[in-house]
């Protein structure tokens, strides 16, 4: 009876990170905000924000939006991946630091909704700046909250339960 609930696990795991697989690629190509200022309007994607930060000589931040917005994010999704469809295929010790994996990355994962927040505060200089979301950023979340969704949903017993 267990081990149904073990597979039913594996399943929701697996569902939801290819949903979130799949809303990575809109996530990183569609508009994530637009600025306004003084009648110039100006949209941006994640890397296309990156980019910007590395030209502009702010390689510290790049790097950490690089990272937190580009890397973890699919990083964990592949793990995750990995965690749920592979089970036949990997050992149980493979499987462990995976998961270890996941856990640590997830972590930095987090960083990058502060970043966002804190980008439009930044950005936000009063009435002549105004910042609008973009579709990207509902692609983004959607990534964000599904990549949370498969992390709860995975079983971490059932690494060492499959095999034995």
């Not at 702010?58 to 699919?74: D, E, K, L, R, Y």
Request: proline share 4%.
């Amino acid at each position: 009876m267990f081990k149904g609930r073990v597979d039913h696990t594996m399943a929701r795991t697996a569902a939801f990170s290819l949903s979130a697989l799949v809303l990575y690629l809109p996530a990183m190509l569609l508009p994530i905000m637009q600025t306004q200022q003084l009648g110039y309007i100006h949209s941006t994607t994640i890397w296309g924000g990156v980019v910007a930060l590395f030209a502009e000589g702010q390689w510290p931040i790049g790097v950490i939006v690089f990272f937190c917005s580009i890397v973890a994010p699919i990083g964990k999704i592949m793990a995750l991946l990995v965690l749920s469809l592979t089970s036949n295929l990997l050992g149980c010790r493979h499987r462990a630091v995976t998961y270890r994996f996941v856990e640590w990355i997830g972590r930095w994962g987090m960083l990058d909704v502060m970043l966002v927040a804190v980008l439009v505060a930044a950005v936000k200089l009063g009435d002549w700046v105004e910042v609008v979301p973009g579709p990207g950023l509902v692609a983004f979340t959607g990534v964000v909250v599904l990549s949370l969704l498969a992390s709860a949903s995975f079983n971490p017993h059932a690494i060492w339960e499959h095999n034995a």
